[in-house]
């Protein structure tokens, strides 16, 4: 989770939330959880970065926060689902979903913590992390993720002696590498989203396709983009129209503007046979 304030909420709100986490896992019974942030060694001295990565490779379960979509934070997710080891997302009422990890549920809680909104939060996540926990112990073929692609085998890490310069070395070749990757990630979105909504979804068929859904009561008309992302028809539209789409797929936002487009349509065409 951001420990640092973020735009849009209180200077106190994640570390407020953190003591609510710590609270949550300490009252696990079941199993000897010793809550810590990732970023905690064991007493040695140690590079923070080093920490990081190892702690999100051991640990056997990690709850990440996504509240905020906080690069640090998304970048020690996409860690863990590439390393396809036991982990709880959660998030705050005011931060939507992310397409590319919408398979893995989310447990909610309330931006403005309200206390008992937060209980129910706190059973919630309890249930969530002993039940993840312990299906990973059971099952030999677990993974959270990477389950959803094929020919994909995570490996252990590695072991090499080196020395401490060039160890600095390296780390710091690969942090702003992972640095500039993020950074031109989040520029490529920008341009994306300022693009106008009709040059991004003009009046295709995959428009009138759905606007025609919609009319035909196949789908809700004000469904949410969430919903619609796991429901069997846009498995089938994604399909159809998959040379229409970028590589990547089509994230929330753009699914909501989809709809968007696919509503205003249906209203333009009222009284019109399509």
Avoid: C, W
């Avoid at 429901?231 to 159809?240: A, D, G, L, T, Y």
């Amino acid at each position: 989770m951001p420990l640092a304030p973020m735009l849009g909420y209180p200077n106190e709100q994640f570390l407020d939330v953190k003591t609510i986490l710590i609270d949550t896992i300490k009252d696990i019974v079941e199993h000897d959880f010793i809550p810590r942030m990732v970023s905690e060694s064991a007493g040695e001295i140690d590079i923070i970065h080093n920490s990081i990565v190892n702690n999100i490779y051991d640990d056997p379960i990690v709850v990440v926060d996504i509240s905020g979509r906080n690069g640090n934070v998304m970048l020690e997710l996409g860690l863990r689902l590439a390393f396809d080891k036991p982990v709880v997302i959660i998030k705050d009422n005011k931060t939507d979903y992310m397409f590319d990890i919408s398979m893995i549920e989310h447990v909610t809680y309330p931006a403005d913590l309200r206390h008992t909104e937060i209980l129910k939060f706190q059973e919630l996540l309890k249930e969530k992390i002993i039940k993840t926990y312990e299906k990973s112990l059971k099952d030999t073929d677990y993974s959270p993720f990477l389950k959803n692609f094929k020919h994909i085998t995570v490996k252990t890490i590695g072991e090499e002696t080196i020395g401490q310069s060039e160890a600095l070395s390296r780390m710091d070749d690969k942090i702003d590498m992972i640095f500039k990757r993020v950074n031109n990630m989040y520029s490529s979105m920008d341009i994306e989203y300022s693009q106008p909504l009709n040059k991004r979804f003009p009046k295709n068929r995959m428009v009138k396709d759905i606007a025609k859904l919609m009319e035909n009561q196949k789908i809700p008309v004000d469904i949410e983009p969430e919903d619609f992302i796991k429901s069997s028809i846009f498995k089938q539209i994604e399909f159809v129209y998959s040379k229409e789409m970028p590589s990547r797929g089509l994230n929330r936002f753009e699914v909501n503007e989809l709809l968007e487009s696919a509503r205003n349509f249906m209203e333009s065409q009222k009284g019109v046979i399509f």
